[in-house]
């Protein structure tokens, strides 16, 4: 499949990027709103790859040129970015394509990080709002430490969480999550439970604030 990961020049997109072209068959393009910006992080992506004796590259454009053709388009982009986003690309979808939305509202005080969850409900419900007819919305990655992800010495061991109220696109994600080496998928229902998982990422992060040796924080589920 070709898969298109917007906002893959950030942090979450550049993990995602390296895993899924080290791990899978898959065609890789990251989009940017500035097709030179996503052309120049493919080239550092594809670089690293090529440094490690992987036979893989990883193509960049514009989000629009990015997302046309592909399978599944994944919104890396910040949480009030998404729903422009998706409408921004709308053109680009054919009907079957699925968007995934690994994205969190957040906000910090004095205190750490919290959950702040948006007038629709989640962020995931936002994309899904968004989204045209025919085009599913899965919601996945929401809770993985970017800075593991994007690092191929770090083995994962870890879980991530598939919301979706389609389930042949659950299916096709959490295929595509357990293409990358030592991460599992595991079907968490409908998008009505994205609230919950997405939640789930301002707690990693303060727990891996005041615990030593825990920057890179995941979850695995026994």
């Known amino acids: 499949m070709k898969i298109a990961i917007l906002g893959g020049t950030g942090d979450i997109g550049q993990g995602l990027a390296l895993r899924l072209a ?17 052309e120049t992080k493919a080239e550092e992506y594809t670089t690293e790859l090529d440094s490690r004796g992987l036979d893989a590259e990883v193509a960049g454009a514009e989000n629009e040129v990015a997302a046309a053709g592909a399978k599944v388009v994944v919104l890396a982009v910040p949480p009030y970015h998404i729903g422009d986003t998706v409408e921004a690309i709308a053109d680009a979808l054919d009907e079957g394509d699925v968007l995934v939305s690994p994205a969190t509202g957040m906000k910090r005080d004095d205190e750490g990080f919290h959950y702040h969850k948006p007038g629709a409900g989640s962020v ?5 709002d968004a989204a045209p007819d025919g085009v599913d919305v899965v919601g996945a990655f929401h809770n993985l430490a970017a800075a593991r992800l994007a690092n191929l010495d770090a083995d994962l061991g870890i879980d991530t969480l598939v919301i979706g109220d389609d389930e042949d696109a659950k299916a096709t994600v959490t295929d595509l999550a357990e293409g990358i080496e030592g991460l599992r998928a595991l079907d968490a229902g409908g998008v009505a439970n994205a609230p919950e998982i997405e939640a789930l990422t301002p707690l990693l992060i303060n727990v891996a604030e005041h615990n030593d040796g825990l920057n890179d924080l995941g979850i695995q589920f026994t």
Not at 22 to 37: F, V, Y
């Open 22 to 38: 080290a791990d899978t068959p898959h065609t890789i393009t990251i989009g940017s709103r500035d097709a030179e910006k996503a």
């Open 124 to 128: 995931t419900r936002i994309a899904a």
